[in-house]
């Protein structure tokens, strides 16, 4: 009585846990069950998020005649952190060309995934499309592909970029996390 016989809760050939999976605490019990002490693993997805635009303000800065505060930035890292993203957040540029480029190269090798809001407007420093064409980043639709890191442009309000995540940046990164466990 209370005793569990050997093969009564899986049989030998049954899948216990899948590929992709998240690891909690119910997976390291499973894997302990079993007597696994180490599993493959693939490395979380990071994203970089770049905000443009002298009109920028940092959220905690007082606000200024022809200034408006970066809501986008952290509105895009708080969406993505709730699925258990990195990110990393990169000072605005001040609408300058050649520093604009290196911290999206800069970026570009320390992330999967590059978010840039702002830059789209016809103003005289709006220069992502620039920049996305010096680092020769190749264009899908609304993204951009460069050496494998997905570069998503969001030159939307605030609104919109929320539904942006939604629709372009949540199914994005669930593809790069998908890919790196195939890896």
């Known amino acids: ?73 952290p509105m895009i890292k708080a969406l993505a952190k709730q699925f258990g993203i990195q990110v990393g957040m990169y000072k605005d540029q001040h609408d300058n060309l050649e520093k604009s480029i290196e911290v999206v190269k800069k970026a570009l090798s320390e992330h999967d995934l590059v978010i840039t809001t702002g830059g789209v407007s016809v103003g005289d420093f709006d220069y992502l499309p620039e920049i996305y064409k010096s680092i020769q980043a190749q264009i899908l639709l ?34 790069l996390n998908y890919m790196s466990n195939l890896l």
């Open 1 to 73: 009585e209370n005793i569990s016989l050997q093969g009564e809760e899986i049989k030998a050939g049954d899948i216990v846990l899948h590929k992709g999976m998240r690891i909690n605490s119910g997976v390291i019990a499973v894997l302990a069950t079993y007597g696994y002490t180490k599993v493959r693993v693939a490395r979380k997805t990071t994203v970089a998020v770049i905000a443009t635009g002298s009109e920028l303000l940092e959220v905690e800065d007082e606000l200024e005649p022809g200034k408006i505060r970066n809501s986008n930035g």
């Open 142 to 175: 609304t993204k951009w592909l460069k050496d494998q890191v997905v570069l998503l442009r969001l030159h939307l309000q605030m609104v919109n970029i929320y539904l942006a995540y939604l629709e372009t940046l949540q199914p994005a990164i669930q593809d």
